[in-house]
């Protein structure tokens, strides 16, 4: 089964607004948490990352949104723009595991319209 | 530094045929993972190597096989191919420090007939 829920699976947001990607899981051994970004054409590209010791991440206009007790974790994108337009993906990793054994989201893909 | 290099990137195969996908990873990344992405399924694992030795497998069956080179190079192979292997198959290499990062090729789009 799916070990990380990710919603909504589309999001079409105004230029300017804020793009918000929610994504849940249940494995408790989780404790890293990347969120990657995928043009067309392209490999996914990481473009955040959280660890469970904290509740917020912020880098320029992304923010991670974490919440241990409920099991979720947030992207938010600030100020969106029509470059923002991709397809988003979370993340998770099992402490104890490889390096590269990362379990993914289905993803959301993000129309940012002028 | 150049990017991690797949190829090919497109590849169009018959049921029941064989191929094998290469992926070279950033200079000095000695680990490579790969993932099958399908609109269905999504993103899922299929193996990870580190210095030659597979350190990690995915829920694949044994069609799906790969290995590594001493240059850190990779390779995938599927062997006798079914229309539900058509995929982007991604490989993704990491320095394996403490770096988490890892960085993604721009796969491999396999089609099936």
């Known amino acids: 089964q799916q070990q990380v829920k990710q919603s909504p699976q589309s999001l079409i947001v105004q230029k300017g607004g804020i793009s918000i990607i929610n994504c849940a899981y249940e494995?408790?051994?989780?404790?890293?948490f990347p969120w990657y970004q995928q043009f067309p054409g392209k490999g996914p590209a990481l473009l955040i990352a959280?660890?469970?010791?904290?509740s917020e991440k912020k880098e320029g206009r992304f923010t991670i949104s974490f919440n241990k007790s409920a099991k979720q974790f947030s992207l938010h994108i600030m100020d969106s723009q029509p470059g923002d337009s991709a397809t988003y993906f979370c993340?998770?990793?099992?402490?104890?595991?490889?390096?590269?054994?990362?379990?993914f989201g289905r993803g959301t893909q993000l129309t940012v319209w002028p | 530094k150049a990017g991690v290099t797949q190829t090919p990137r497109y590849l169009i195969k018959t049921r029941g045929q064989q191929v094998t996908l290469s992926c070279s990873p950033i200079s000095g990344h000695r680990s490579v993972s790969w993932y099958q992405q399908t609109p269905g399924q999504g993103l899922q694992f299929l193996f990870e190597?580190?210095?030659?030795?597979?350190?990690n497998k995915g829920n694949f069956p044994g069609r799906f096989s790969g290995r590594q080179f001493s240059n850190s190079r990779s390779e995938m192979n599927v062997s006798t191919l079914e229309l539900g292997d058509s995929a982007l198959y991604l490989c993704?290499?990491?320095?394996?420090?403490?770096?988490?990062?890892?960085?993604f090729g721009p796969g491999t789009r396999l089609t099936v007939l």
């Open positions: 993340a998770a990793r099992a402490r104890g595991s490889t390096l590269g054994r990362l379990y």
């Open positions: 993704a290499s990491s320095p394996r420090t403490s770096s988490d990062t890892q960085y």
């Open positions: 959280i660890r469970p010791d904290v």
């Open positions: 494995n408790t051994a989780f404790d890293y």
């Open positions: 190597y580190f210095s030659e030795t597979q350190r």
